[in-house]
């Protein structure tokens, strides 16, 4: 009888003793305290995580497991989000350049993973520049895209002419060719030379080969004013490509460039809500700023001038009987743009011209505006601001769901250093077009979805450890156009595939990201 009390009373005391018992996770990192936005829902969650290798190995309640890990992460006070995805940067020469490639001004921004290849210009051919990036090291992970005018050019020049039969399966062999080696689409910027020369049968045999791939078609439209075809026409060749190539498409930097345009963004939303409604996968990033920047020449130069290249442009310039039609297609350009007052030089060779607008620099050299234009191009390439777009439409724009973050981040323009901390501080605590979640959730796994990235842009077990904790208070730009090259501050952890890149605020030295392949 006491025999048999006692063996109950044991099993009892034992299974108690199981149910007690914490299962243990082994892991590099915890991370624990912190207010953890998934990417995905609204709400935050108290959640711990742990990341073991370059994955997230456990996402849940602090006290449901034991976790054994060499570093703990008290983000007490901080929000721990997916890291940001930027659909569309400039950092390719940087990202090549063994000195520059650890891209800081996008990691203290909060972002992980970067876009190369937009505006159809792309490194040629990406296999070499994967492989030199992988030589030296990434300080972020960098998705490719194959340049349309890059594909262009290695066929046909920069001649401004119709593709031929002939010539379009070249540019289709070696579409296939970028997309074998990893792109995860094509871009085109069909506001530039020579991408502008395409019509729109070009740009759909193209994507055709691009949607075989499963990939993704990006474009800088061939008009965001009043340029050529103007603003909503460029809207709806876009939708009309996605429609007949049959893939997913995505305007770059969308935006009303223009007093022309001022306030269409209300007309574009609804064609575009039209088109999706349609099935046509339709979708836009988008940076926080008034000012859009760009070459000198590509601004306010008319194209059919740019044919053949710059030294082919000086010389109808210099040619009698077409430089005045040059200098008064320029001067209707400079209009478009708000006129020469509203065009700050931000890049030049001659330094003195930088921080000085269009009109400052016309006045000092006693020239009219669109003189002054071709007097400077003379020194080489010349980058601008060009302050020409509207609150309204910003605002209207960043308020829709297909619309995510991205900086378009080149020398010259405060967004390269601070797109999406600016983003947080003037449209999520300042002016309340978002919430902290809508606004990650569109910096994160929405642009990761739209890219098609597998297992990123989320924090979910099983998914790649790309992770960002930031201070709430902190977090902001501090790059201006007098001053573009100040880092952004508020990010306290950087971890990229598992591995941190920026411990308590201090960027750590290591290159952590990869070079992705579709």
């Known amino acids: ?107 203290f921004q909060g972002i992980t ?89 070009e740009i759909v045999a193209l994507a055709m080969v691009v949607a075989k791939n499963n990939g993704v078609y990006d474009t800088h439209m061939r008009d965001e004013s009043t340029y050529s ?28 460039l223009g007093v022309e345009v001022w306030k269409q963004s209300d007309s574009i939303i609804d064609i575009i809500e039209a088109a999706r409604k349609k099935g046509v996968d339709i979708t836009a990033n988008q940076y926080p700023y008034e000012a859009s920047a760009t070459g000198l020449q590509s601004a306010v130069v008319p194209r059919w001038a740019e044919s053949g290249g710059k030294d082919s442009l000086f010389i109808r310039y210099g040619n009698a009987g077409l430089r005045n039609q040059i200098l008064e297609q320029t001067q209707n350009n400079i209009a478009r743009r708000g006129g020469p007052n509203t065009l700050l030089i931000v890049q030049s060779p001659k330094k003195d011209y930088e921080g000085k607008t269009l009109l400052e620099i016309s006045e000092s050299l006693n020239m009219k505006p669109e003189e002054t234009v071709f007097k400077i191009l003379e020194e080489g390439y010349i980058k601008i601001a060009s302050f020409n777009m509207n609150s309204y439409d910003i605002a209207n724009f960043m308020d829709e769901p297909w619309v995510v973050t991205g900086s378009d981040g080149g ?22 077009i978002l919430d902290l979640g809508g606004f990650i959730k569109q910096s994160s796994s929405v642009t990761a979805d739209i890219l098609r990235i597998p297992e990123r842009g989320k924090l979910l077990e ?28 508020g990010v306290k952890y950087s971890i990229i595939n598992g591995e941190l890149s920026i411990d308590e605020g201090e960027y750590t030295g290591e290159r952590n990201g990869i070079v992705l392949k579709k």
């Open 462 to 489: 099983g998914y790649f450890a790309d992770i960002i904790i930031f201070d709430p208070e902190t977090f902001k730009d501090l790059a201006t156009y007098n001053d573009a090259f100040q880092l952004a501050q």
């Open 229 to 256: 075809i103007g603003l909503i026409p460029a809207i709806r060749e876009t939708i009309e490509i996605g429609q007949r190539a049959q893939l997913p498409v995505h305007i770059s930097h969308i935006k009303c």
């Open 411 to 432: 020398s010259g323009h405060p967004r390269k250093y601070g797109t999406f901390p600016r983003k947080y501080n003037k449209y999520v605590k300042g002016d309340r």
């Open 1 to 107: 009888m006491n025999h048999t009390i006692s063996f109950g009373c044991f099993t009892a005391s034992v299974l108690l003793m199981l149910s007690c018992t914490k299962p243990k996770v082994g892991a590099d990192i915890l991370i624990e305290n912190g207010t953890v936005y998934n990417g995905v829902d609204a709400e935050p969650k108290k959640l711990s995580i742990a990341i073991k290798g370059d994955k997230i190995v456990y996402m849940g309640k602090a006290d449901s497991v034991e976790v054994v890990a060499p570093k703990t992460i008290d983000a007490n006070g901080l929000v721990v989000s997916p890291g940001f995805i930027d659909p569309h940067t400039h950092a390719t020469a940087d990202l090549e350049d063994s000195e520059k490639s650890d891209n800081t001004p996008f990691l």
């Open 113 to 201: 993973t970067v876009t190369v290849g937009n505006d159809g210009s792309s490194p040629y051919p990406l296999q070499g520049y994967r492989s030199q990036c992988g030589d030296h090291g990434v300080g972020t992970n960098v998705v490719l895209l194959v340049g349309h005018g890059t594909v262009r050019k290695e066929v046909m020049g920069k001649s401004d002419r119709k593709a031929s039969a002939e010539e379009i399966q070249k540019m289709e062999k070696l579409v296939q060719q970028e997309m074998d080696a990893g792109a995860f689409g094509m871009s085109t910027g069909l506001f530039y030379a020579p991408g502008s020369y395409s019509d729109t049968e």
